[in-house]
């Protein structure tokens, strides 16, 4: 590849020490931002050699990029994390969307709780996890809920619930728990919490024999569905170290362009979970197997112990993480890291098929798009637009990059204009949205897509004539089952598309992402709609009691259900009675 005159100069400016560096595109977009021990050698390395197929890809989209100095290794590392969270770079590895794992959390109140979060900088909770997914955790907290009679409501009522009657709590908001008793709960719940269940099930095992003596049939049969639940948890942990330390385990595996990253999560010795990602790979692979580990403690809590595979630099991982990290080279935890190793390797073969198709796919839908459209297209724009009989009219735009959607992008419209037809409310959104482009002078998109036929695209055009933008426009043409079945193009000259092309199937999912943004937003108007119009009519109640209200009963169908007893929980009595009368007219 030939470097430009204004690569080379810079590239004569690199120093000798640590820092970060950012990729940039024609249009200064960070296409991928990487760490490096000496900066020099590392920037350069891109633009001499031979490399793979997915980092001569990255490589031939660089135009331009930037360096930040650092003082040590360990600062690199941890500003190379911030620049990614905060860029998103299209070609570094993200783990999960930014987003964290849930853990079980036991409030320290007297009167304690057991819940789910995904919040773990709380230090009024003690946290158990990771959990791999939502319903993992969430089935563990229903476990504890009906072996333990714990309180359960998220503030303290002034009066019993439906749990205390169904002997599930044991309602300390009108009842004395004795002391010892509640500590003794406290214990056993933590105890199973991390792994102790021989307690648990000797007591449950007592029941059920007791309630099988006494013919309490059903009553058994609840029993034995709960140890039935426990054993099932029992099973899954089947990596069981004396030691009882929280560790995490990683490891990887790389072919054909991608890495497979897989993790153990170790609570109490017990193996809790495991967490898998496989990825395309634009970078060395040690620096993504850090960045990928570094990116999952930004949300997760750090272990006692961390063990990884040998060549990993375990100083700067253990010196930004203040944590032990550990190369094991034989023993129990040999054989722990090398079973991950074995498990990303299966995954990764398992996966990689499925992804490799959808690539291959992917890249023939964005190469037939090309050719339909004699140009380039690389972000293309939607709208759709939602109404209810005329009222709550709106319209939602998603944005696709390269085939894929780009949902920072995404946008919302209330529409001004009193609805008189959709073409009317395309014309109003088409002309706010690019109106507002050339103003602000930002990047048009490639191409629009409007959805349906010749009306639409003519419409569309009157836009595009009247703010004079530089702009391709096509239409998606259904046919009598609302299904795509063509592309029109500005001259209304239609392009049949074949079902099994994966254009087809793109254009389907793009059209079924921008239907269902645009519907969503529709619903949430509606929703806070009805909300408004029924509680701003009712005396007494502005926004800090509304935002009462509605955080109490989640709902206006939950409020009608209450009681005026338990909307004076909330409110004055006057006012409770006032809205008591105005939701039951």
């Known amino acids: ?211 099988s003596e006494l013919l309490q049939f059903e009553k058994a049969q609840q029993i034995l569905q709960s140890i039935e639940a426990i054993k099932h948890i029992e099973q899954k942990q089947l990596i069981d170290f004396q030691d009882g330390i929280n560790r995490d385990v990683f490891g990887f595996y790389e072919d054909k362009g991608y890495v497979s990253f897989q993790g153990f999560f170790i609570r109490q010795g017990k193996l809790l979970e495991r967490t898998f990602a496989i990825q395309p790979i634009y970078e060395d692979t040690m620096d993504a197997f850090l960045s990928f580990i570094m990116q999952y403690y930004q949300n997760n809590i750090v272990p006692k112990e961390i063990l990884v595979p040998r060549d990993t630099p375990i100083d700067i991982l253990a010196d930004s993480l203040n944590t032990k990290v550990k190369i094991p080279i034989k023993g129990e935890k040999k054989k722990l890291v090398d079973l991950v190793i074995q498990n990303a390797k299966e995954a990764h073969e398992q996966k990689f098929a499925l992804v490799e198709r959808k690539e291959k796919d992917l890249q023939l839908a964005n190469q037939h798009l090309n050719e339909i459209c004699q140009k380039e297209v690389h972000v293309v724009e939607l709208f759709d637009n939602s109404h209810l009989s005329g009222t709550y009219n709106v319209s939602g735009l998603v944005v696709y990059k390269d085939g894929l959607p780009d949902k920072n992008q995404y946008r919302h419209y209330q529409l001004k204009e009193k609805y008189r ?44 004539n009247e703010l004079d933008l530089p ?69 007494g109640i502005g926004p800090k009691r509304k935002k009462a209200l509605m955080k109490h009963f989640k709902s206006v169908k939950q409020m009608k259900l209450a009681s005026l007893e338990e909307l004076m929980e909330v409110v004055p009595e006057q006012v409770a009675q006032d809205l008591f009368e105005a939701l039951h007219e």
């Open 1 to 211: 590849m030939e470097v430009s005159k204004h690569l080379q100069d810079k590239l004569a400016l690199l120093p000798d020490c640590p820092g970060c560096y950012l990729m940039k595109n024609e249009n200064q977009d960070i296409l991928y931002v990487g760490k490096a021990k000496i900066l020099k050698n590392r920037v350069r390395s891109y633009f001499h050699g031979v490399h793979d197929y997915k980092t001569t890809k990255l490589v031939q989209n660089i135009r331009d990029f930037e360096f930040i100095v650092t003082s040590s290794e360990k600062e690199a590392l941890l500003l190379e994390i911030n620049l990614i969270k905060k860029h998103r770079p299209p070609f570094n590895i993200m783990l999960m969307d930014d987003s964290s794992y849930p853990y079980i959390a036991m409030s320290q109140e007297e009167h304690f709780r057991v819940y789910t979060t995904r919040n773990i900088k709380n230090k009024k909770a003690t946290y158990y996890g990771p959990y791999p997914s939502a319903q993992s955790a969430t089935q563990m907290v229903r476990l504890i809920h009906t072996l333990f009679p714990i309180r359960k409501c998220d503030h303290m009522p002034k009066k019993a619930c439906l749990y205390y009657h169904m002997h599930q709590c044991k309602a300390p908001c009108i009842h004395e728990i004795d002391s010892n008793e509640n500590k003794e709960m406290k214990n056993s719940v933590r105890k199973f919490l991390q792994g102790d269940t021989k307690e648990i099930l000797s007591m449950l095992q007592s029941q059920m024999e007791q309630a």
């Open 421 to 464: 037809s959709d073409l009317d409310s395309m014309k109003e959104v088409l002309y706010r949205r690019y109106f507002r482009l050339l103003m602000e002078q930002k990047k048009f998109p490639d191409l629009l897509l409007v959805d349906g036929g010749k009306l639409q695209v003519q419409v569309a055009k009157e836009i595009k």
């Open 471 to 539: 702009l391709l426009i096509m239409g998606l043409v259904k046919d009598d089952k609302h299904t795509t079945r063509a592309l029109i193009n500005e001259n209304l000259e239609e392009i049949e598309l074949k079902k099994e092309d994966p254009l087809f199937f793109l254009l389907t999912r793009m059209q079924d992402e921008v239907h269902r943004f645009a519907i969503s937003y529709h619903r949430n108007l509606r929703k806070k709609g009805m909300t408004q119009s029924i509680l701003d009519g009712v005396n």
